[in-house]
């Protein structure tokens, strides 16, 4: 049996201290915080949907993709849970935040504030034109879209729990009720 590995205890980390952590931990950074999710499977079913409706329109010269990690500054490195990023970037990790066209953060009962407040600020600061929250945690899935306004501050463009259409990046269209529906499916008790 193999011991856990001992993370070095630090009040403040940078992306200089990323280092020393485990190549297989899966973290995220932000503000300085050290953040190691651990997503449910319901989570991470949504991630996929998600990355399926932004694939039908992506043009050749973009790649969708889930949980990548994206350099921002020294404080910051985030995994969104869903990504839209050039092309050219498909085999680097960490990718340049500066070519991320599109943010997305599917909201759990422990990231809600991160998700809602701390990633959106880190993301409008790094010039990411779009951020998406899905939030499931309530009776019906709700997606928040928001675009990056001049001042670098995200502007609420739309918030549904039905069908989402939008133009940004692309055509893309996710539907909320399916969603909603999957969700309650997988969570159900066996046999119901």
């Excluded at 990355?51 to 010269?61: F, I, K, M």
């Excluded at 600061?125 to 499931?136: I, N, Q």
């Excluded at 989402?164 to 399916?178: G, I, M, N, Y």
Aim: net charge negative; with cysteine.
């Amino acid at each position: 049996m193999t011991a856990a590995p001992i993370l070095p205890e630090r009040h403040e980390w940078t992306v200089d201290d990323l280092g020393d952590l485990p190549r297989d931990l899966p973290y995220e950074l932000i503000n300085g915080r050290l953040i190691v999710p651990s997503p449910t499977a319901v989570h991470q079913e949504l991630c996929v949907e998600l990355l399926l409706a932004l694939r039908v329109n992506c043009p050749p010269d973009h790649l969708v993709s889930i949980d990548l990690s994206m350099r921002v500054d020294r404080r910051n490195e985030p995994r969104p849970d869903v990504v839209v990023i050039r092309r050219k970037h498909a085999g680097q990790s960490p990718v340049p935040v500066e070519d991320a066209l599109l943010a997305v953060e599917v909201v759990s009962p422990t990231s809600t504030f991160r998700d809602m407040y701390d990633k959106a600020k880190v993301y409008a600061h790094a010039g990411v034109r779009s951020y998406w929250v899905v939030d499931p945690i309530q009776e019906r899935i709700a997606l928040t879209e928001y675009a990056l306004g001049a001042n670098r501050e995200y502007e609420q463009v739309s918030n549904t729990e039905d069908l989402f259409v939008t133009e940004k990046p692309w055509k893309v269209s996710v539907d909320l009720p399916a969603l909603t529906a999957r969700r309650n499916d997988l969570l159900a008790p066996e046999g119901e």
